[in-house]
């Protein structure tokens, strides 16, 4: 089945460090990629996406590539603020799986001034 | 936009009793409902999904008895935990299909404690 393997945190940075929250994915067919973000107490909110290969996703300063050959999406930053502090989700929906999304572990990124 | 709303964010029950968590898609209709439990610092977990008209379906392990989903029209769906005990108590978030292909529209979830 589908499964998304995010790099394991929690991640701590200081403010304006780069940032890279690795991704891989396993799926049949092509899905579509996406990078979740929650704030404490909160739901999720979408922060980007692609839905093909070479597709580069953006928003809010970061990025991610939607990379075939290597099966990844990894989310990127140049610079970080303390309000990125949050828990990152990579998840994928297939078209093989009814519209279901598929989540990785999700990361937490704290970020000090 | 695609706006999904979920009441109540937050409620503490007394263990034995049940607690109904509703998700409405304000300004489009939708004839699916995902419904996530999120289990502190770890992932979402798909429980079950929801379908307009018809029974929901459920994912391997989740109790169809406990976890009672009804999709009573296009805009409004809902899960009621029955006779909760504490090991209910999690984050349950729900989420609908995008219209496009841009991404789930998620509720804001709802912190069930059980005491």
């Known amino acids: 089945g589908d499964s998304v393997t995010q790099m394991e945190g929690p991640v701590t940075l200081s403010e304006e460090a780069f940032l890279t929250i690795n991704c891989t994915y396993t799926a049949t067919g092509y899905p579509s990629l996406f990078w979740y973000v929650q704030y404490p107490g909160e739901g999720l909110q979408l922060l980007l996406k692609a839905t093909k290969a070479d597709d580069k996703g953006s928003n809010k300063g970061f990025e991610a590539t939607y990379r075939k050959e290597t099966t990844s999406f990894h989310l990127e930053k140049g610079s970080v603020q303390v309000s990125d502090s949050a828990v990152y989700f990579c998840a994928l929906s297939g078209s093989t799986n009814a519209g279901k999304s598929t989540f990785g572990d999700g990361t937490t990124l704290t970020v000090k001034p | 936009g695609a706006v999904v709303s979920q009441h109540p964010s937050r409620v503490i029950c007394k263990s034995g009793t049940s607690v109904k968590i509703e998700c409405r898609s304000l300004?489009?209709?939708?004839?699916?409902m995902f419904w996530y439990r999120q289990f502190p610092k770890q992932s979402l977990m798909l429980m079950a999904t929801?379908?307009?008209?018809?029974?929901?379906?459920?994912e391997q392990g989740v109790e169809k008895d406990k976890f009672l989903i009804n999709h009573a029209s296009l805009t409004l769906s809902t899960l009621t935990v029955t006779s909760a005990h504490p090991e209910d108590s999690s984050f349950y978030i729900c989420?609908?299909?995008?219209?496009?292909?841009?991404?789930?529209?998620f509720g804001s979830g709802t912190r069930l404690t059980v005491v």
């Open positions: 300004d489009f209709q939708a004839t699916t």
């Open positions: 989420s609908a299909p995008p219209r496009t292909e841009y991404g789930y529209t």
């Open positions: 929801s379908n307009e008209g018809s029974k929901a379906t459920y």
